[in-house]
């Protein structure tokens, strides 16, 4: 079992940065691909980024690609996200997720623990 806990979101006008975290609990938090999802009200939840184990490999919407970074410190059992360049659009609550076996970690049902979701607003 791993719990994830988001912090780092907030207000921020277009065009600055946010660096979202992520911590996750257990000794096993290495061997978990993770990604970021966000929702936004009304909106189905939808995939950001995604990241390996090993954190060699790094995949990103095509709405987030070159303005958005996932990296990862094992050691620090942490994931994190960094958001450059924001827009209104990018407003949501930004979850974390752990996933197990890797498979579909482009979609929500990829994944097997969630955050709780931290809060982001861009304003215009």
């Known amino acids: 079992q791993v719990q994830l806990v988001e912090s780092g979101g907030g207000l921020v006008q277009a065009g600055g940065s946010l660096r979202l975290s992520c911590a996750g609990s257990?000794?096993?938090?290495?061997?978990?691909?993770m990604g970021w999802f966000r929702q936004a009200p009304g909106k189905e939840r939808e995939y950001v980024a995604a990241?390996?184990?090993?954190?060699?490999?790094?995949y990103y919407a095509d709405s987030v690609k070159g303005r958005f970074t996932i990296s990862r410190d094992n050691a620090k059992n942490t994931v994190y996200l960094q958001m450059n360049s924001l827009k209104p659009e990018d407003t949501a609550v930004y979850y974390c997720?752990?996933?197990?076996?890797?498979?579909?970690?482009?979609?929500?049902?990829?994944?097997?623990?969630w955050g709780q979701g931290t809060q982001v607003t861009v304003s215009s």
């Open positions: 997720a752990a996933s197990r076996l890797a498979v579909g970690i482009t979609t929500v049902g990829g994944y097997d623990y």
């Open positions: 257990g000794r096993t938090f290495g061997s978990y691909a």
């Open positions: 990241i390996t184990w090993s954190g060699g490999n790094t």
